[in-house]
């Protein structure tokens, strides 16, 4: 398959080895005095060696590779103890890997292994480096529910919102009661806040504009499998392509064997509630 990958001048390495600590996957390796790629299946493509070759002999290439392996890859840094695992895993969180980081987490159950990441306030306050508005909020609530008649207040707990950029670890879904909402919908309906927000954590998305639905699966099941949610609300629009939300929750819910409720409700474009059901 053709995707990104480490390569190599070996002109310009001159055998330092500070690429080597940086690869926590195993994919580079000192060999004679060179920086070497000792194999297509360890190498994300992500670059975290690129900083720290002061020769600048690492670069990213596309090309025909064998396919990246999650589960080689956790076998392999497993034998470096707890600090690579939790140095592999914080890669590929801070990168948005999500289908791989669900790959390593399972690999961790099934040995056996509590995912070192829970609990850490390395998690819980994650460090974000690019767009000042991905930083995690967690809002204080007050009881102002005698303002509802008058001026609106907010029942909004967290930032961000969109679930392209929140973490599924992050504290604010700790044991929470998570509102999965189209994006449409708080504009549609007018009570959103006080009807369905209140008291629940929040994600939105649009099944018909985000193309990748698969960074959608996988952030839903870790929110249920390391963020322990209590139920998931479902709020899409009566049009078709809305429905693709609701069947993304039911279908982490049932990849992850979890019991948890899912309650689906529909909103009309005039603002109307037109339906609730309970589909799991």
């Not at 994919?27 to 360890?42: P, V, Y």
């Not at 967290?158 to 998570?178: G, I, Y």
Request: net charge negative; glycine share 6%.
């Amino acid at each position: 398959m053709i995707r990104k990958i480490i390569k190599i001048d070996e002109e310009k390495c001159d055998g330092c080895g500070n690429c080597v600590p940086e690869c926590h996957e195993g994919a580079l390796q000192i060999i004679d005095g060179k920086a070497r790629l000792i194999s297509d299946l360890f190498c994300d493509g992500l670059g975290a060696c690129l900083g720290n070759c002061p020769p600048g002999a690492l670069t990213i290439e596309e090309r025909e590779a064998e396919p990246y392996d999650e589960r080689k890859v956790m076998d392999y840094i497993m034998k470096g103890g707890t600090n690579v695992i939790i140095a592999h895993l914080k890669h590929l969180r801070d990168h948005e890997e999500f289908e791989y980081l669900t790959e390593a987490l399972e690999f961790l159950r099934e040995k056996g292994i509590e995912n070192p990441l829970s609990g850490r306030e390395s998690v819980e306050k994650q460090a974000h480096s690019g767009c000042p508005g991905s930083q995690e909020l967690t809002f204080k609530q007050t009881d102002k529910s005698a303002d509802e008649n008058g001026a609106r207040v907010s029942h909004l707990r967290q930032w961000p919102v969109q679930l392209h950029l929140v973490s599924p670890q992050a504290q604010f879904f700790k044991n929470s009661d998570l509102l999965l909402a189209a994006d449409c919908c708080a504009f549609a309906y007018p009570d959103f806040h006080k009807d369905f927000l209140k008291g629940k954590s929040l994600a939105i998305a649009c099944p018909k504009l985000d193309s990748n639905k698969q960074v959608y699966l996988d952030k839903l099941l870790l929110m249920i499998n390391e963020s322990n949610l209590k139920s998931i609300t479902v709020l899409i629009m009566t049009v078709p392509c809305c429905n693709g939300l609701a069947q993304l929750a039911q279908q982490a819910v049932e990849i992850s064997k979890s019991a948890i409720p899912v309650n689906v409700s529909v909103i009309s474009p005039t603002g109307e509630l037109v339906q609730s059901v309970q589909i799991n």
